[in-house]
C-alpha cells in the first residue's frame, strides 16, 4: 500500500491501482460490469460468485474476469407437417439441427447473427476471454445472438496443456453455468492437432468435476474410445486440419469411430465447403461442426443456408441407404424385350 492508501494489482493482465479494501465486485462495479455475470479467478483459483461481494483484494493480487451471460437451454421445435422427427441428443439435451458453428473470423457480429440464422443451427461454440476492461461497453456476441434461444458451447480453443484447457472450462461455469462444453487441447500450433495424452487427462479431470464434455480428437477409432470410455459425451473426430478446409481425408477411420461408439460423433474440423459436410453425414456421423467454411466464404450467409442444406440432405441419404457399388456398368432399363 503507497500513502495515498491505494494498491498494485494486475486486471486481464492489465496494472491497476486501486483503493485498499476493495473487494471483487466493488472492482467490477468500478470497470462497469455486472457482479452477477463475471466469472472471477484470483491468483489462479476461481472465486465463487456468491463471495465476490465480501472477498477483499489484496496488494500485488492477478485477477482474471470473463464475461458471458446464460446458459442456452431451449425447446425442441416441433417436426414440420409431414416430416418424421430426427432429432439427437447428446448430454440429455435434444436437438433438431445437425449442425452446429462456431463464432469466430466473421467481419463483425452482426454478420456472425446473420450467417447463424441462415444455418439454421441450435448451438454455438464460443472461445472464452478476458472481459476488455478498457470498454466494457464494447459489442459483445451476447449483444447479438441470446444464449437464451441458442446453445453456447463453451470451448478451449488455444489451449495447449490439460490445465489451461481445465481452468478456461471451470472459468466458463462460474460466468455462465455450463456443463456442456466443447474440449480442445491442442499439440503444437502449426497443424493445431490434438494432444490426445493431455486431452484425455483433461477429459478424465472434467468428468469428475461434472462436466459433459465433447471432445476433439484425432481420427483414431481406439483413442475415440478410450475417450468415451473416460466419460465424453459425443466424439468429434477432425475431418483434416483446423480452418484448412481440404474436407473428410480420412472417411475409413471416420466410419469406424462411428460404428463402434455408444455416444454422439461429429466431424469436427477441415470442412471446406457443402459435399464435406454432406459426406461426413453420409458416413453416419450425428452432426458437423464448422467455423471458417461459413465465416470465410465469399458469401457466409449464402454458405451458411448450403451448409444447412447439406447437412440435412447427406443425413438423408444416409437413412434412406445408398446403392451398392460395382466395378462395372449396370444398366437402367431391362434388356428383354428390347427391338
Given at each position: 500500500m503507497t500513502i495515498d492508501g491505494t494498491i498494485g494489482i494486475r486486471v486481464n493482465g492489465e496494472h491497476r491501482r486501486i483503493r485498499q479494501g476493495m473487494t471483487i465486485a466493488d472492482l467490477a462495479n468500478s470497470l462497469g460490469l455486472a457482479p452477477e455475470k463475471?466469472?472471477?479467478?484470483?491468483?489462479?483459483?476461481?472465486?465463487?460468485?456468491?463471495?465476490?461481494?465480501?472477498?477483499?483484494?489484496?496488494?500485488?493480487?492477478?485477477?482474471?474476469?470473463?464475461?458471458?451471460?446464460?446458459?442456452?437451454?431451449?425447446?425442441?421445435?416441433?417436426?414440420?407437417?409431414?416430416?418424421?422427427?430426427?432429432?439427437?441428443?447428446?448430454?440429455?439435451?435434444?436437438?433438431?439441427?445437425?449442425?452446429?458453428?462456431?463464432?469466430?473470423?466473421?467481419?463483425?457480429?452482426?454478420?456472425?447473427?446473420?450467417?447463424?440464422?441462415?444455418?439454421?443451427?441450435?448451438?454455438?461454440?464460443?472461445?472464452?476471454?478476458?472481459?476488455?476492461?478498457?470498454?466494457?461497453?464494447?459489442?459483445?456476441?451476447?449483444?447479438?445472438?441470446?444464449?437464451?434461444?441458442?446453445?453456447?458451447?463453451?470451448?478451449?480453443?488455444?489451449?495447449?496443456?490439460?490445465?489451461?484447457?481445465?481452468?478456461?472450462?471451470?472459468?466458463?461455469?462460474?460466468?455462465?453455468?455450463?456443463?456442456?462444453?466443447?474440449?480442445?487441447?491442442?499439440?503444437?500450433?502449426?497443424?493445431?492437432?490434438?494432444?490426445?495424452?493431455?486431452?484425455?487427462?483433461?477429459?478424465?479431470?472434467?468428468?469428475?468435476?461434472?462436466?459433459k464434455p465433447m471432445v476433439y480428437c484425432v481420427d483414431d477409432p481406439i483413442a475415440a474410445k478410450q475417450l468415451e470410455e473416460a466419460g465424453a459425451v459425443a466424439i468429434m473426430p477432425l475431418g483434416a486440419p483446423i480452418g484448412s478446409g481440404l474436407g473428410i481425408q480420412n472417411r475409413v477411420t471416420i466410419r469406424l469411430i462411428v460404428e463402434g461408439a455408444k455416444v454422439p460423433v461429429l466431424v469436427d474440423a477441415g470442412v471446406g465447403t457443402a459435399s464435406d459436410a454432406a459426406v461426413g453425414m453420409e458416413l453416419g456421423c450425428e452432426g458437423i461442426l464448422m467455423n471458417t467454411a461459413i465465416a470465410e466464404a465469399k458469401d457466409p450467409v449464402l454458405m451458411a443456408r448450403a451448409m444447412r442444406l447439406a447437412v440435412e440432405g447427406g443425413r438423408a441419404a444416409y437413412l434412406a441407404g445408398r446403392m451398392g457399388r460395382r466395378m462395372y456398368a449396370d444398366p437402367s432399363s431391362p434388356l428383354a424385350g428390347l427391338i
Open positions: 463475471v466469472a472471477v479467478e484470483r491468483n489462479l483459483e476461481i472465486v465463487p460468485r456468491s463471495t465476490i461481494a465480501t472477498v477483499v483484494i489484496e496488494d500485488a493480487d492477478e485477477i482474471e474476469i470473463v464475461h458471458f451471460v446464460g446458459g442456452g437451454d431451449h425447446a425442441v421445435a416441433p417436426a414440420a407437417e409431414g416430416k418424421a422427427d430426427d432429432s439427437w441428443t447428446v448430454a440429455g439435451q435434444t436437438f433438431r439441427s445437425r449442425l452446429i458453428v462456431g463464432t469466430g473470423k466473421y467481419k463483425d457480429f452482426a454478420q456472425n447473427a446473420a450467417a447463424l440464422e441462415a444455418s439454421g443451427a441450435e448451438i454455438v461454440t464460443v472461445a472464452v476471454r478476458r472481459v476488455n476492461v478498457s470498454d466494457p461497453n464494447a459489442p459483445r456476441l451476447t449483444d447479438f445472438i441470446d444464449p437464451k434461444k441458442v446453445t453456447y458451447l463453451p470451448n478451449t480453443a488455444g489451449c495447449f496443456t490439460a490445465d489451461d484447457a481445465i481452468r478456461t472450462l471451470r472459468l466458463a461455469r462460474e460466468a455462465g453455468g455450463w456443463e456442456l462444453v466443447k474440449l480442445e487441447v491442442l499439440g503444437e500450433a502449426r497443424t493445431l492437432y490434438p494432444d490426445m495424452r493431455e486431452t484425455l487427462k483433461a477429459t478424465e479431470v472434467l468428468v469428475k468435476e461434472g462436466f
